[in-house]
């Protein structure tokens, strides 16, 4: 099952600031003075209960991300990390997004895997949005192919349906998706109404 993929896209936008985030932190502490011995150690850095944010230069008022994690430790040996709860909000003119999980883990400092309880909320600012949900229990995004995918059962959640499946592969370059197996649509139209009496069909 093939469809265009404009929700799930901007989704995207919220994991790939969490990498970023990580990068952004790694970069700072290899930047700390001159003098730091370059002594290479089997961690690098961890923090506990942080919140970090990130603020448009051009329009600061219009968009921000707030990326916040009970845990996270990182290590330069081999890029990689692992964090517990992160919970991400990105804002901009139209849009709201909210990231959240229990667990996840970054490698190569490209692919980011979000795992147990993934929900990703889009909430429209405008009349013309849609507020959309996906949900999961294990998904993954590389950075550098664009590729999302989830071998679990995943859904989207957007006004008037839902649509699942087992296996979930979205490109976001051209925007298409798919579900591999077992694919439903939910359809719930909105009821309409005539004198203030509900019709059903």
Known sequence: MLKKLPSVLIFLSAITTLVIAFKQTTQTSHTLGP???PIQLNHSWQTFGTTSWQVSKLKPSDAQTRVYAEE???????KTSTFKAPYIIK???EQQYVLQSRFGSTRNDDTITLKQTV????????AQGENRILKTEQITYNTL???LSSPVYTEIIQPNATISGIGFEA???TGDYRFLSHVKTYYQPE???TNGTEKSH
């Open 35 to 37: 003098q730091v011995d």
């Open 72 to 78: 996270v430790f990182y290590q330069n040996q081999n």
């Open 91 to 93: 804002d901009d003119a």
């Open 119 to 126: 929900v990703i909320h889009s909430f429209a600012k405008t």
């Open 145 to 147: 192919t664009g590729l």
């Open 171 to 173: 490109n976001t370059e």
């Open 191 to 193: 009821p309409s109404q």
